[in-house]
């Protein structure tokens, strides 16, 4: 055998085109340095949470996926199942295949569940969608995730609780059926009854949909109870300082990032933001 071992060392893990690729992706807001070189791969299939302390950039990141227009890619490259998708609009890229939890506006008076998730599932589809066939898919999710039919009449987020805009998030994500899902659990503070919702939601979709990748985006370890994800990262000051299996969640879970900071000599990292650690 010949094989050239120093060139094995570098075959990804998986066979085919990761889903999400990031590569030393920097990006500023108003010319503040954010994220300060990124790398994570998430192939099909795989559940990868990204932790780190408030602040460190992990809602940055997102909404960098997401082609938010404040956020400024400085370097570095973003590929979406083979292709960059720097360039590309927020539309396209909910288009092909890639979902934000928080791409559903706040509040809008007078619009029902109903009719804004009919209005974005023919955004993404690229097609206007037969409403027999938009209620059959609505029915059949909303069967699936055990909702009440009458949660898709009300006007979006109006008066919903924590639980019930999850619920609304989930039932998008089921009805999108993306490739990549990226959720950013605010770090508001969902009560159980709401993460619930997004671990049963997630779990769901990744039995029905095993190919989904999902990146889940967390500064507490609470919602890693009900899902269990594949690889866990952790990122300080806008990068990913230490990745690992469950067992580094639960590190941060029992010891903080305070810890793994000190484990690494960046007892300063995270400056001014410690005391949120
Ligand atoms: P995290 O989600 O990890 O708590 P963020 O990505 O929200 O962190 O914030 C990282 C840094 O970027 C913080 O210093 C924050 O003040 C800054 N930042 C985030 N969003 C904006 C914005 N829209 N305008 C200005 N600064 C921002
Ligand atoms: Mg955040």
């Not at 919602?223 to 299996?245: T, W």
């Amino acid at each position: 055998m010949t094989t050239d071992t120093s060139a094995t060392e570098h075959t990804p893990r998986a066979t085919g085109t990761p889903t999400l690729e990031i590569t030393d992706l920097r990006v500023e807001i108003e010319g503040k340095p954010i994220i300060t070189g990124v790398n994570l791969t998430v192939n099909q299939g795989e559940i990868h949470a990204l932790m780190g302390p408030n602040g460190s950039g992990k809602s940055t990141l997102a909404n960098t996926l997401m082609g938010h227009p404040k956020y400024t890619v400085t370097g570095g490259e973003i590929k979406f199942q083979g292709e960059s998708i720097l360039d590309w609009s927020p539309d396209q890229r909910a288009r092909s295949g890639l979902f934000l939890s928080f791409q559903y506006p706040t509040a809008i008076p007078g619009v029902t569940m109903i009719n804004f998730l009919r209005q974005a599932l023919n955004a993404v589809a690229g097609r206007e969608i037969p409403v027999r066939e938009f209620r059959t898919r609505l029915n059949e999710k909303m069967a699936l995730l055990k909702m009440d039919q009458q949660f898709a009449r009300r006007y979006i987020n109006e008066g919903f609780s924590g639980g019930e805009k999850k619920r609304a998030e989930i039932l998008q994500l089921h009805m999108f059926n993306p490739k990549l899902a990226v959720l950013d659990e605010t770090d508001s503070g969902l009560d159980v009854d709401a993460l619930r919702v997004v671990a049963e939601g997630v779990n769901g979709i990744t039995g029905s949909n095993p190919e989904l990748g999902v990146l889940i985006i967390t500064h507490y370890y609470r919602i890693l109870n009900y899902i269990e994800p594949d690889f866990v990262h952790v990122l300080v000051d806008g990068a990913i300082v230490k990745s690992g299996g469950k067992d580094l969640a639960l590190e941060v879970e029992n010891n903080g990032y305070e810890n793994i900071l000190k484990e690494l000599g960046l007892e300063g990292a995270g400056g001014s933001r410690r005391g949120t650690l």
